[in-house]
């Protein structure tokens, strides 16, 4: 019997989707030839990228990475390409690379900086993915102390001398709060480890030493440079100036007039002075109001400036996410019975900081790429190092590939940590849905 229906009765197979509508073509339509004028931006930038990559591919590829000078760069390339041709000396990088990376640090002691750098890796690993085992932790806390002690050596007894520090102010914080009260245990934990630092622990690290001999090889601050360099002052800076600005944050927007007016004189202060003179500050005028015969580390001096400074910037960006906050989320924790620290610890602090995360990442990226200034005040810096190359008659006229490698490893080090700072916002869901 011959079917005569008029509907189907089997599915037809998928067809694939129109090119228009699918794939790099739709991408494209949607967000280069969306419309006329768009269309035309899409062309000029296509054909100034094509003018750019026209005139740089030829000097970046047709280089040298053998000769042992400027002029015999000029002479392989010439010998390769022809009379005409121009390209980079990459020789520069290949014979000073240790240079522009460790500065004068002794060659045989290299393991010391790298180790120290794995060792801050692993240890930043575990506050930036909260999926890493949480035993991790204890190399965080000890790091400090223990990449001073690769980078500078000398005895392991001083290290620890201001662990213990740490040690007793915590001790006063948590058994002497019943006895003098909130305000007076807080106070006791911050003068009791300072009077430990200075009057106590130098003596307690000389005569253990003179116990037990531990140490190793000591290398003077004048031995630092390069990127090495930066990466200390940075990340320094990065990993004190958060915390000090969350409390700076919160004492501005204190009710006790004291500790108010002290935060706001200091921020105010801090945020109205360039950070190059704070840097001069430290090379040059903070000798003046030490004791005669005081030697104050000059890199401790500059670590010192450039934390304070960025501080200062954090505790705005942070009062900014603190302000930017319902003030539902005050009063809900005021109706669970928490008080201040506990309120602002789970409640508060973390939603403030969730929405100053791009913020807080931008000071960060600045704070790092400030560390070339240094170079200003004698420190060897990879700018620094650049010029003292440069004043080799070898290297004498050489420029862009110096400042191209370097401005490679900071673009590295800076496009990582806004990555990571995208990736914690999509993690965090930042922003209203």
């Not at 002794?106 to 506050?127: G, K, Q, T």
């Not at 000798?287 to 401790?300: E, M, R, S, V």
Request: proline share 5%; net charge neutral; aromatic share 12%.
């Amino acid at each position: 019997m011959t079917n005569t229906s008029y509907v189907r009765t089997e599915m037809l197979p998928e067809k694939a989707p129109p090119l228009a509508q699918a794939g790099a073509v739709k991408w494209m339509r949607e967000n280069l030839f969306s419309s006329i004028p768009n269309a035309i931006l899409t062309l000029l930038a296509l054909f100034f990228l094509y003018k750019a990559l026209a005139g740089t591919l030829p000097w970046i590829f047709q280089s040298s990475m053998t000769a042992d000078s400027l002029g015999g760069c000029r002479d392989a390339i010439k010998a390769a390409y022809g009379e005409d041709a121009s390209g980079a000396c990459w020789a520069v990088i290949r014979e000073r690379y240790h240079q522009l990376l460790f500065g004068f640090y002794p060659s045989e002691l290299y393991w010391r900086p790298i180790l120290a750098f794995v060792l801050m890796l692993v240890a930043i690993a575990p506050v930036l993915y909260d999926t890493l085992p949480r035993r991790i932790l204890w190399l965080t806390a000890v790091y400090p102390f223990l990449a001073f002690w690769l980078l500078w050596g000398g005895s392991v007894w001083l290290p620890i001398s201001i662990i213990l520090g740490f040690v007793i102010g915590g001790l006063a914080a948590v058994y002497l709060s019943n006895l003098l009260g909130t305000l007076g245990s807080t106070l006791a934990a911050i003068l009791l480890p300072i009077l430990w630092w200075m009057l106590l622990a130098g003596v307690f690290a000389d005569a253990m030493q003179s116990i037990l001999p531990i140490g190793i090889e000591s290398v003077e601050s004048a031995m630092f440079g390069g990127f090495m360099l930066s990466v200390t002052i940075g990340i320094t800076g990065i990993a004190l100036s958060l915390p000090i600005g969350i409390f700076l944050a919160l004492g501005r927007q204190s009710n006790l007039l004291i500790i108010r007016s002290l935060c706001i004189g200091f921020i105010e202060f801090i945020r109205g002075v360039p950070l190059i003179t704070l840097l001069f500050v430290a090379s040059t005028l903070l000798n003046y109001f030490l004791p005669p015969g005081t030697n104050f580390d000059i890199i401790l001096r500059v670590m010192i400036m450039v934390t304070l400074f960025a501080s200062a910037y954090m505790a705005e960006v942070i009062r900014g996410g603190l302000a930017a906050l319902p003030k539902g989320q005050y009063e809900a924790a005021d109706a669970l019975g928490l008080d201040y620290w506990k309120s602002m610890r789970l409640i508060i602090m973390p939603q403030a900081l969730k929405i100053a995360i791009p913020s807080i990442v931008s000071n960060f990226i600045g704070l790092f790429k400030d560390t070339t200034l240094v170079s200003i005040i004698g420190l060897l810096d990879p700018i620094g190092l650049s010029n003292a190359i440069r004043a080799d008659s070898n290297w004498n006229g050489i420029v862009w590939e110096l400042y191209g490698f370097i401005a490679l490893m900071f673009w590295v080090v800076c496009f990582s940590m806004s990555r990571y700072s995208m990736y914690l916002e999509r993690k965090l869901q930042t922003g209203h849905s």
